[in-house]
């Protein structure tokens, strides 16, 4: 390759499958076309797929049988997935998540073996009430809490701490 001049190096570079390899829109050295490389190498890729897809499905016969009933005759509609059953696992992702409160209320019998009736009552708690709003809300009650300790007592406390704030604010005013 070496003796060979620059010119027919240039064309050897953009015939056939290395013309997607050429240097793109006069850049400088080793500047490739990106575009080129792309559909090499999605192309590339695609035969890759084929060929091996192919190759590993070429003694492949289709057979056409019973379905497989697991030994049951006939399925009932009691055996089969209800709507509740089949959303469960992304109702249990999305609990672990959102966090949803559940209430249950029971009412039993007389004798305390059976219960007559079971009352569920799901309620959702927004993500935002409760990763912002309820923190918020809990700072803002614990700081009244505080406030409110400190206004039960006499009128002789609340002068002295009105004192104090004054006296404090003289002495920083003073400072600066």
């Keep these: 390759m070496d003796d060979l001049p620059a010119g027919n190096i240039d064309r050897l570079a953009r ?35 084929v ?5 590993l499905t070429r003694d492949r016969k289709l057979a056409r049988g019973e379905r497989w009933d697991g030994g049951v005759r006939r399925l009932l509609p009691e055996m089969t997935y209800t709507a509740t059953g089949f959303s469960n ?5 999305f609990d672990a998540i959102f966090r949803p409160t559940t209430v249950e209320d029971t009412s039993e019998t007389v004798a305390e073996h059976f219960r007559m009736a079971i009352r569920r009552e799901r309620s959702a708690v927004h993500i935002v ?8 809300k ?8 505080g406030l ?5 007592g006499r009128i002789n406390t609340y002068v002295a701490y009105v004192l104090l704030t004054l006296a404090t604010v003289l002495i920083i005013a003073e400072m600066l």
């Design 89 to 93: 696992p992304v109702r249990v992702i």
């Design 51 to 55: 060929v091996i897809r192919v190759w």
């Design 148 to 152: 409110a300790a400190m206004h039960h």
């Design 129 to 136: 009430d409760r990763l912002v709003m309820q923190p918020a």
């Design 138 to 145: 809990n700072a803002a009650m614990a700081f009244a809490r």
């Design 15 to 49: 015939s056939s499958l290395g013309a997607l390899f050429t240097r793109g829109g006069g850049g400088g050295a080793g500047e490739f076309d990106f575009f080129g490389e792309l559909v090499a190498l999605i192309f590339l890729l695609v035969l890759t797929y």
